[in-house]
């Protein structure tokens, strides 16, 4: 073996002074913080899970009431008077075929109401 060279005697000379340093009682684990039992890390998990708690049942409440009966649903739109519905292949055998009106005449124009706008002169 070599001998070792000053600046590694200097660093060996280094690290042991360091290391005698530390005692046992450096090394021994340290006691839990004391304090307040509430840390605001605490109080912002809280918060926060309440927030996204409150967020859901928002969410749910909407959409189970955004379905409501009290809507008013749009009308469905209105079969055109031209077109005849299909003609049944079974002959019917309860009065006159004229006893019925028929299916292909325009049905009667309601009356007139009054809901114009009046012109301006």
Do not use: N, Y
Request: hydrophobic letters at 30%.
């Amino acid at each position: 073996m070599s001998t070792p060279s000053p600046t590694e005697e200097r660093l060996r000379a280094a690290l042991d002074a360091r290391a005698r340093l530390i005692d046992a009682h450096d090394l021994s684990p340290h006691r839990p913080p004391t304090g307040p039992a509430w840390g605001t890390r605490r109080i912002r998990r809280v918060v926060s899970a309440v927030a996204v708690t409150v967020a859901a049942a928002a969410a749910v409440a909407f959409l189970l009431l955004s379905g409501s009966p009290e809507r008013p649903h749009p009308t469905p739109p209105a079969r055109d008077p031209r077109t005849s519905p299909p003609a049944s292949s079974v002959p019917s055998t309860h009065g006159s075929p004229t006893s019925k009106p028929s299916p292909t005449s325009p049905p009667a124009t309601p009356p007139a109401t009054s809901t114009s706008v009046p012109t301006q002169p």
